[in-house]
């Protein structure tokens, strides 16, 4: 569904969370594991499910990871959370370059939110910081 943020509409799960996108992904496949999974958790799931309002169903699909769960994905694009968003509506993941590309959250087009002239750094530096 969406909801919206300090970014305007963004897509979220059930419960707010805003769900991201990866430029470092290709075709429709996560190039996201290891620390990097453990910073931005892919957006699993068991089912189809579906979008909700204002989200077009016809974009959601899932794409199998290496340890053969399903994440989700939205207009060709695998969904992530941000470890640093600790309650709905937050959109700190925004514009981050990290693990080889930058993350952007998702409107419901399925395109990068309007990313800001230059990626944002990652919180607390080069290391993982206090960030998962």
Request: glycine residues 16%; hydrophobic residues 35%.
């Amino acid at each position: 569904m969406l909801r919206s943020t300090s970014l305007g509409k963004v897509l979220v799960d059930a419960r707010g969370r805003t769900l991201y996108l990866f430029e470092a992904d290709r075709n429709a496949k996560s190039a996201c594991y290891g620390q990097c999974a453990a910073a931005w958790p892919p957006f699993l799931t068991t089912g189809a499910g579906v979008g909700g309002p204002n989200v077009t169903n016809g974009l959601l699909s899932t794409t199998k990871r290496k340890d053969g769960t399903r994440q989700v994905v939205y207009a060709g694009h695998p969904l992530y959370f941000f470890g640093a968003d600790a309650r709905a509506g937050q959109t700190k993941g925004e514009g981050i370059n990290r693990f080889g590309g930058s993350w952007y959250a998702v409107n419901g087009a399925g395109k990068a939110v309007a990313p800001a002239s230059s990626p944002a750094p990652y919180p607390g530096g080069s290391d993982m910081g206090n960030y998962p």
